[in-house]
């Protein structure tokens, strides 16, 4: 089992059973959906999908006051990471698969979605926006597909990890809506979904209701910000 707590918007926090601390795009000062109250006690790995804001505000701050916390990201973005002064940053691509906690390795995975980094008054090459597939001790699989249109190689996560869970962004404007999400379930084949990115921003109109009505077979498991629930 993991311990499963959304912090708003696309971030999350799993703790393994034996303590370990994932983080999974984190956006905690400014996110308007982050609980209040709640305190990280320890960071061991952070995986970051993207360069926007919204997914790597804090990836510096946290890898920092939890050094030697371990950095993944996409190659390009964790260039940008290390010129900020983090120093366990491990870059990969799209593909590949590399240990996170022990037991827990993660799989870089495609995503359709752009990756420019503001960096003071200026957008920087980010690499790619990226989705993360994690394998958990228990031989059980997790997609994070981060911010992205539905595309047709899920078909093909689906086929090569066969993940049960997926953590899948429903919003609209910025990510697929419920119609694309709903498509994206079908390709991947999962039994359960963690809607994400929906409602902190007004445009992001997506919600799970409307995502629910057009699935079947699944269960969509809306969690509740800052409450921690097991899978």
């Not at 799209?94 to 995503?111: I, N, P, R, W």
């Not at 990226?130 to 899920?154: I, K, N, W």
């Amino acid at each position: 089992m993991i311990d499963i707590t959304w912090l708003g918007h696309a971030t999350f926090q799993l703790r393994l059973e034996s303590g370990e601390v994932l983080v999974l795009d984190p956006w905690t000062e400014g996110n308007p959906k982050y609980p209040a109250g709640h305190k990280f006690d320890r960071v061991d790995a952070i995986l970051v999908s993207h360069g926007h804001f919204d997914h790597i505000h804090d990836a510096v701050s946290l890898a920092k006051k939890f050094s030697p916390a371990k950095v993944v990201a996409i190659f390009e973005t964790c260039h940008w990471l290390e010129s900020k002064g983090v120093k366990n940053c491990s870059g990969m691509n799209k593909g590949g698969t590399q240990d996170l906690l022990g037991a827990v390795s993660a799989t870089m995975v495609h995503a359709v979605h752009s990756c420019g980094i503001v960096d003071g008054d200026k957008i920087i090459y980010g690499g790619e926006a990226s989705g993360y597939v994690l394998h958990l001790p228990d031989g059980r699989a997790a997609y994070f597909a981060g911010d992205t249109a539905v595309f047709s190689d899920m078909a093909l996560i689906a086929e090569l990890y066969q993940p049960e869970l997926a953590f899948l962004p429903i919003g609209d404007h910025f990510t697929m809506g419920p119609r694309a999400a709903a498509k994206a379930v079908e390709l991947l084949k999962v039994k359960t979904v963690i809607p994400m990115h929906f409602g902190t921003f007004p445009q992001l109109t997506g919600t799970p209701g409307a995502f629910a009505k057009l699935v079947s077979g699944v269960k969509v498991w809306t969690l509740e910000i800052g409450k921690t629930a097991q899978w």
